[in-house]
């Protein structure tokens, strides 16, 4: 699973990454600071099985803390993007491409509307925030129409017509370098009213509502309003939220930058997602410091409950793209695998996944083709291949033969 983080320059997306991965990537308060695309981990955030069996576990695949499990998830943070990219302007559509593996993409606006188009310093309040979202939206759709027509729309839907051939499939090998499915393709088709028998027939407009569905479908966005921390931020949100109807979840990734960054120096106690810290080495804080995090406290998380990072990662994954965690183990008593650790692997998989299906993509090939029956660990009730997976399912699988 990828997920991807868009928007002008300057509107945080490096700062962003940074804060849901730690990492150290350059940011600066000039565009195009980012180049080349930044890759880095970070984790969704769950509740653990642990804490409702009331037992000690072991992660091998992710981390748990205080009874929270860390699911890890990759982000990719591209170069800024502006208006009219798709004709070549800015950086053009090279990061585009970047992103065609992703899954969900994060749209990092400046709430503040400090900056212009072009990710310029401008008066606070200037830019209309909204203005962002409708160009962020219309380049990645023009680009999804681009790939969709290539050069040679005409000759490709008048083939399909005479010969009779399927417009799923072949607009699917057409995509398939942008991470489309077959079923994103059937989606788009079933949820828009245009007529599939006679493409040929087809206006500019209509390619353009078609591109469209089909990126909503397959890349959905999610507006993380950005700089919260801003004087004008609570009432830009509030005039945005006024206005655009879609998900947007307010955030400071500069907040949650330092948060981790004093929580992993063991400064203050912080687990990213919490609703609070607490200072464990006031000595080691400047004035300043205090300062900033108690403009933290009072102007962030007690306003908004978070600094909204780990919201938008785990809205992405669970919400969007509507996944639930699952645990396998192999002892159903003590929740263990082999070594007896204790619910060692927390997998992210698609809702109501078939469970034969879980087992090959997720635990082993042989394993699903010896597959016999799983068991639930909690009811020790036997499921079949055809289970749908859900939530915190902890799950043994019985095969004929042990995987090599
Ligand atoms: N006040 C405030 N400033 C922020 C926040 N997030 C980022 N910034 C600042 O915004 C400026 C741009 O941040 P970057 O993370 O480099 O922005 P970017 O979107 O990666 O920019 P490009 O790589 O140039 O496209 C930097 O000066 C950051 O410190 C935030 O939550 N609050
Ligand atoms: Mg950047």
Redesign the pocket.
């Known amino acids: 699973m990828l997920i991807g983080i868009v ?10 990454l ?1 804060a849901a991965c730690l990492t150290q990537y ?9 180049i080349k695309p930044n890759l880095g981990k970070s984790f969704v955030r769950t509740i653990c099985a642990c804490r409702e069996l009331n037992i000690k576990d072991n992660p091998k695949n992710s981390i748990c803390i205080n009874q929270n499990r860390f699911i890890p998830v990759k982000l990719l ?1 591209v ?2 993007l502006v208006p009219d990219a798709h004709l070549g302007k800015g950086m053009g559509n090279q990061f585009l491409s970047d992103l065609a593996r992703a899954d969900v993409l994060i749209h ?1 606006i400046d709430i503040s509307g400090s900056l212009d188009a072009e ?1 310029q310093d401008i008066d606070e309040g200037a830019r209309d925030p909204l203005d962002d979202i409708k160009f962020l939206e219309d380049e990645i759709n023009f680009w999804f129409k681009d790939l969709i027509i290539k050069k040679d729309w005409g000759k490709f839907v008048r083939k399909i017509e005479q010969e009779k051939l399927s417009f799923v499939d072949l607009l699917h090998e057409r995509l398939a370098g942008i991470g489309i499915q077959k079923e994103h393709i059937l989606n788009a088709m079933n949820s828009i009213n245009l007529d599939f028998e006679k493409l040929t027939k087809w206006n500019d407009d209509n390619i353009f509502d078609f591109a469209r569905k089909l990126r909503e479908i397959s890349k959905p966005i999610i507006i993380a309003a ?5 004087h004008n931020g609570e009432q830009m949100l509030t005039e945005l939220k006024r206005k655009y109807k879609g998900k947007i979840i307010p ?5 949650e930058y330092w948060l981790r960054k004093y929580a992993e120096d063991r400064i203050i106690e912080y687990l990213p997602g919490d609703t609070k810290f607490k200072i464990i080495q006031n000595e080691k804080l400047q004035k300043s410091e205090l300062n900033a995090l108690k403009n933290i406290e009072e102007k962030i998380l007690k306003k908004y409950n978070s600094t909204g990072i780990q919201d938008i990662i785990n809205y992405s994954v669970f919400n969007v793209l509507n996944q639930i965690v699952v645990y396998p183990v192999y002892d159903t008593n003590s929740f263990s695998d082999k070594d007896g650790n204790v619910l060692p692997d927390a997998h992210l998989v698609l809702k109501n996944t078939k469970l034969k299906k879980f087992v090959e993509t997720k635990i082993h090939s042989d394993l699903a083709k010896n597959f016999i029956y799983g068991l639930d660990a909690r009811s020790k009730m036997r499921l079949g291949e055809h289970y749908e997976l859900k939530n915190n399912d902890i799950i043994k699988i019985v095969s004929a033969v042990k995987p090599k």
Do not use: E, Q
Request: glycine residues 12%; positive net charge; hydrophobic residues 25%.
């Open positions: 928007g002008k320059p300057s509107s945080g997306k490096s700062t962003f940074n350059k940011t600066a308060n000039y565009p195009f600071t980012t943070d170069a800024g990092v990710g950005n700089k919260i921390d801003k955030c400071s990734a500069l907040a």
